[in-house]
């Protein structure tokens, strides 16, 4: 009984501390209700439209203009400029007026007419992929039609259905699955959403922790108590800012969500368990307020990639993938996204599962250890 008092007595002094502490209260609460909206908000669109290029026409020629003219017809790449040399388009891509050279050489219409492969170069701004993208799928997009044109013209076919087939000669249906919009928000935003609340509470936790440590404070409670009262008080607040961001924000900008509800629990709610162990775990070693600061923003963008998201995680060396094994963002990023764009079950994501209660028993324990130790060296 004395030990159920003082950890419902802790829970409640974390929730007044957290109240009154400014800093800690932005990490709680205002950091995880705007930044998936900004995120989200920034990256609605999916993909890029009518992206500035430069031409430069050496040709000159017929087949030179109709290629440029289907380019400008496209969606996603607007023909803002022609230049009489790369150079010059160069200077449009440095001063950020383009993001793209075209480039027709001399023998462009000739090496077509002489029945000889033509080329087109495509010289693009790497600095932003997705201009990159529309870019360069834009060019080999409209090179495809006129090829197919002057395939069928030098079959010498009669009807259109010959020139179709000589077009096309293996048809094909493209049917995207997942990412059903090919579209950025779609494939960055589910991993994005999970890291933010493991993140935010490394921030919340850390500083606390750093402002009891400046201050030299001392819980009298026991080691176990004082983990399952903050404990408690972190899964409360963090629990309804997850439901928020996993759940809500993809439908405010209609991203894919295909999670269940149930499977949300039986998922999510062990993963804000081991984001709050291990951030107890990471706060021990915190000595002043902003030391925390650094350490998230040094470690968000690798988390983010040992995650698998944005490099395959089959392609990823041993060593990374037992590094990222130690962030419980990993297995939940992973778990989620299955679940959320693939239509996975829990079933599905067993191996997630049992990796995050494994970092439940593991962070849980080592949060007491350092608790205590660090309790036992102040006294």
């Not at 890029?48 to 109709?66: A, F, I, M, Q, Y």
Request: hydrophobic content about 50%; proline content about 4%; overall charge negative.
């Amino acid at each position: 009984m004395t030990a159920i008092r003082q950890t419902l007595e802790i829970w409640i002094e974390e929730l007044k501390t957290l109240v009154r502490d400014e800093g800690a209260l932005i990490f709680c609460v205002l950091l995880p209700l705007t930044y998936p909206l900004a995120y989200s908000w920034i990256y609605n669109n999916e993909v890029v439209r009518e992206v500035p290029v430069v031409v430069v026409d050496d040709s000159n020629s017929g087949l030179s203009r109709k290629f440029i003219q289907k380019l400008d017809a496209s969606p996603d790449v607007l023909v803002a400029y022609r230049a009489n040399s790369i150079e010059e388009g160069r200077d449009h891509v440095g001063h950020g007026e383009a993001y793209g050279i075209v480039y027709f050489p001399r023998d462009f219409a000739v090496s077509a007419g002489r029945h000889e492969q033509a080329h087109v170069s495509v010289y693009c701004d790497m600095s932003y992929m997705l201009t990159y993208k529309a870019v360069f799928q834009s060019v080999t997009a409209v090179a495809d039609i006129l090829g197919n044109d002057i395939k069928a013209q030098l079959a010498g076919n009669v009807t259109l259905r010959e020139d179709e087939i000589s077009q096309k000669p293996l048809d094909f249906e493209e049917v995207p699955i997942f990412n059903t919009t090919a579209g950025y928000g779609n494939f960055i935003l589910p991993g994005v959403l999970v890291l933010v609340i493991q993140q935010a509470m490394l921030l919340a936790v850390g500083l606390l922790a750093g402002t009891r440590r400046e201050r030299r404070y001392c819980s009298p409670h026991g080691a176990v108590p004082a983990v399952m009262g903050k404990g408690m008080a972190y899964f409360m607040i963090f629990t309804l800012m997850l439901a928020y961001t996993t759940l809500a924000v993809p439908r405010f900008f209609g991203f894919v969500m295909m999670m269940h509800l149930d499977d949300w629990f039986l998922f999510m709610l062990p993963y804000t368990l081991a984001c709050v162990f291990f951030s107890i775990v990471l706060s021990t070693f915190v000595r002043y307020r902003e030391d925390v600061m650094l350490i998230v923003v040094f470690t968000s963008i690798p988390i983010l990639f040992l995650s698998g998201l944005s490099w395959p995680q089959s392609a990823m060396p041993a060593f990374w993938e037992y590094v990222g094994g130690l962030f419980p963002s990993t297995f939940g990023i992973r778990g989620y996204v299955r679940m959320s764009s693939m239509g996975a079950d829990v079933g599905d994501v067993l191996p997630e599962l049992y990796a995050i209660w494994i970092q439940v028993a593991v962070y849980g324990c080592l949060a007491i250890l350092l608790t205590y130790r660090t309790t036992k060296r102040r006294l």
